[in-house]
């Protein structure tokens, strides 16, 4: 029922927020042009073909928005990823029905420095790759009209090009140490609006309420956009409650000032936005001027919230056990150019896992992102990209009081956000010959008493600078236990030792890698090699492939069935830590990043529960197990073809579910019901220990949840021979939709048996018509790959036409296939 309320408050939203604007901005997505390279100047961009330029040289490509230069080449196996400049161009027909309206344009984010030109004219640049910003181009648009050219050679359209940089640059921020791509294009939207003289540029809503719910408070604040200096006007309120009647109004003359209070008011008993149930007022607006009219919305919350010193997370006066993941702008075949449905099916992909907290990891995100964790009920925590590197210099430092600035002011009214982030990993160098951390304490001390001063309603936070964790409001150290240090049995114990020396605690950043298809009979092998009880912190070197002490994310399987076990421990463990705020586990999907070139996927990061391209890993399942009310049952391994073992040897199912029961079936024979319990480990207790015959299998799982039933079902083969080293490669097609082909590869030994724990470097190429669907940072999205259980796929677009696919392995034949 609160899923469908937060669905239809979505809609509404969406749809209102459609009225209200359609004929004030516009999306321009379409009938853009793309050069992945420099030019010799702004000319180069806009003369017509004829007028010294035959050749029409260089080549742009047709491309529409949002777009990222990066779309395909972060997880090239074969090259570093483009770092450099890259242009857009368009013509628009540009028609202000406001007399002396302002024409702008409105970027939601690119990255990482841009330039705007109309025509000629460079009207704008913008250093930062994540915050939101405008340019006005209304002088310079109508200059261009009234040159020969604007209808002799454009036929009354305005040219306007766009450069973009994402080159690499010491003295920006976020550093290019930063464990993900720092990505260039116009990848978010880019809107064009038509204002009139005088219009609002930045409201600011602040929705309040006390503890017990009784009474709340909202004040409104305006930064108006005023170029003419229209001076005085009206505006008009309106504050509409989540089920649609009218709760205050009013209609006052104003004198324009960024600092008035524009309305203040009181209301008894105000519904609550919570997790639960996000209920959301919209405060309607309308600025009346000789100029035009100009009118707005913005949804707020009511909410109370307190991070208790030494204690848990309260909202509304109650605790809430704050259950989180990550972010990452990132996804198969466009890189940071999600769309706004991309980005709606994350966010309810995670509600469905039960998320009710979100770490945006490391920077400012798309407005589309925090609109859905208000309608959906997923609490913030937001932050500046000043990741890693250590502390620039001047320009450094204001770019980055300058897009904590933005940040707050462009999502001050969002309900969701609880916290400001400062920083991540500050206490990492690398980028300047001095890392001092007294100078970057005073740095960090500047901008939480900024971040305060900005907004002194909501927390501010860090994560892995221990010098620094008595600046900010709640802290969050390094705790990957089973991972980069120590065993997951550890988690609590660390989790303990951290807690005692913070005033707030948080524990963001959790987890490890695991590559999507691999799977083991034994995933807890390397665990006996690994010291426990210590620290369970990540140092330096500690995500490397190489080297150093024992430790899981060197020296363990990566497989699917390992880090299952380490989530479960870890939901377990924080069901039975009262004083916890809450953790988020580290991130919802795998993600593209430079300095991981020699990973199974070459250069992602493998930690999310779902791969880059939103498909499901088995992790995804155990979560949804303690952290969800609607009935679900998993059996592990779907993805699992062949299980391994001895003949009469009995194996292990695991069952994942948030049911009171299970009753387990192999090939259709009843092995009994079990009780869920929590703190059984593994799986709450949901395990059978089952006789599998050789050959074929059918495992079959019936859970109830007190009148509701759900089921789930797989199939597999059951390998008792055994296999020696590989020493062939059968390659062939398993199966066709439409117009694309999927292959797959399978390592043999001497005997044509299945080497089930094969990890071979596969590389896939093609020849023909066709082309192969790689470069998706997905396990079966990449032309070079680890294998998974001794076989790899891919996928094959055909074209229409005849193609070969070749498939190498060191040391081994290559083989081919055509399709």
Not at 239 to 263: C, F, H, M, Q, Y
Not at 346 to 358: A, L, S
Not at 399 to 427: C, F, S
Not at 639 to 663: I, L
Request: charged content about 25%; proline content about 4%; aromatic content about 12%.
């Amino acid at each position: 029922m609160l899923k469908q309320i937060a669905r239809i408050s979505l809609f509404i939203m969406l749809f209102t927020s459609q009225l209200l604007f359609a004929q004030q901005s516009v999306r321009l997505n379409n009938n853009w042009e793309f050069l992945k390279q420099d030019l010799g100047g702004i000319w180069e961009a806009v003369r017509p073909v004829g007028m010294g330029n035959p050749e029409a040289v260089p080549l742009w490509q047709k491309v529409s928005l949002p777009h990222c230069v990066n779309a395909e080449d972060a997880v090239d196996p074969d090259v570093n990823y483009y770092q450099g400049p890259a242009w857009y161009r368009t013509q628009l027909n540009i028609s202000n029905p406001y007399q002396n309206g302002r024409t702008i344009l409105h970027f939601e984010g690119a990255g990482q420095k841009t330039e705007v030109y109309v025509y000629t004219t460079k009207v704008a640049t913008h250093v930062g790759g994540y915050d939101e910003w405008k340019v006005d181009i209304t002088d310079a648009v109508a200059a261009f009209k009234k040159t020969d050219v604007y209808q002799k050679q454009f036929k009354g359209k305005v040219p306007v090009s766009i450069r973009t940089d994402n080159s690499r640059d010491l003295e920006m921020i976020p550093s290019n140490l930063s464990d993900f791509n720092v990505y260039g294009g116009i990848y978010r939207y880019l809107n064009l609006v038509y204002a009139p003289a005088l219009s609002v540029d930045q409201l600011f809503a602040k929705a309040e309420v006390d503890a017990q719910g009784k009474l709340g408070k909202l004040s409104v604040k305006a930064r108006f956009y005023d170029p003419a200096h229209v001076g005085g006007a009206g505006i008009k309120f309106k504050l509409v409650a989540p089920n649609g009647k009218i709760v205050r109004e009013t209609d006052k003359k104003i004198a324009l000032s960024d600092d008035l209070k524009l309305w203040e008011i009181e209301i008894k008993k105000p519904a609550l936005w919570s997790t639960g149930q996000p209920l959301q007022y919209t405060l309607q607006y309308e600025v009346t001027a000789t100029t035009g009219n100009y009118k707005g919305e913005e949804k707020i919350g009511f909410r109370h919230i307190e991070f208790v010193e030494k204690g848990p997370f309260k909202l509304n006066g109650k605790r809430v056990l704050l259950r989180g993941t990550h972010r990452h702008e990132d996804h198969a075949g466009v890189a940071a150019a999600m769309t706004e449905g991309m980005i709606r099916q994350e966010m309810q992909m995670m509600k469905d896992m039960g998320v009710n907290f979100i770490r945006l990891g490391h920077y400012q995100q798309s407005r589309i992102v925090l609109n859905l964790c208000d309608s959906l009920g997923i609490v913030v925590w937001e932050e500046i990209p000043w990741c890693r590197g250590g502390l620039g210099g001047n320009i450094y430092q204001q770019q980055a009081k300058r897009m904590l600035t933005n940040m707050v002011a462009q999502h001050y009214n969002h309900p969701a956000i609880i916290i400001w982030g400062m920083g991540n990993e500050n206490d990492w160098p690398g980028d300047f010959p001095e890392f001092d951390k007294e100078k970057i304490r005073a740095f960090m001390k500047e901008l939480n008493d900024l971040s305060h001063q900005l907004d002194p309603s909501r927390y501010t936070a860090i994560r892995r600078c221990d010098f620094c964790s008595d600046i900010v409001d709640v802290y969050s150290p390094s705790i990957w236990a089973g991972w980069y240090r120590g065993a997951y049995t550890d988690y609590k114990k660390a989790s303990e030792d951290e807690f005692a020396k913070v005033k707030r605690f948080l524990h963001v950043e959790w987890g490890g890698d695991s590559h999507a298809l691999r799977h083991s009979e034994n995933p807890d092998k390397a665990l006996s090699k690994i010291k426990t009880g210590g620290s369970a912190d990540e140092r330096a070197g500690d995500a490397s492939l190489y080297g150093g002490a024992a430790r899981i994310s060197k020296d363990g399987d990566w497989s699917e069935s390992y880090i299952t076990n380490l989530i479960d421990w870890h939901l377990k463990e924080q069901e039975n830590m009262p004083w916890l705020s809450g953790t988020a586990y580290w991130p919802f999907k795998d993600f593209s990043t430079p300095v991981r070139p020699d990973n199974p996927v070459p250069y992602v990061n493998q930690k999310g529960v779902v791969e880059r391209d939103f498909t499901k890993k088995e992790a995804y399942y155990v979560f949804q197990s303690y952290w969800t009310e609607k009935p679900m049952v998993h059996i592990y391994g779907h993805t699992w073809p062949v299980r391994w073992g001895n003949e009469g040897e009995q194996k292990m199912v695991k069952v994942y579910s948030n049911c009171n029961e299970a009753e387990i079936f192999l090939n259709g024979k009843s092995y009994g019901s079990k009780k869920r319990n929590s703190q059984d480990y593994p799986a709450a207790g949901l395990r059978w220990n089952l006789p599998f015959v050789k050959g074929e299998n059918t495992v079959k799982v019936i859970a109830r949840k007190g009148k509701e039933m759900v089921t789930d079902e797989i199939n597999f083969t059951y390998q008792t021979e055994k296999w020696t080293k590989p020493a062939t490669l059968v390659l062939k097609k398993i199966d066709q939709q439409d117009d694309v082909a999927t292959v797959e590869v399978k390592l043999l030994d001497e005997q044509g048996l299945l080497c089930l724990d094969a990890i071979n470097w596969i590389r896939f190429g093609l020849t023909g018509d066709g082309k192969l669907i790689d470069n998706q940072g997905t396990s079966s999205g990449s032309r070079k790959v680890q294998a998974y259980n001794g076989r790899a796929v891919i996928r094959v677009k055909l074209n229409q036409g005849q193609s070969v696919v070749a498939v190498h392995a060191e040391g081994l034949k290559t083989v081919f296939t055509t399709l």
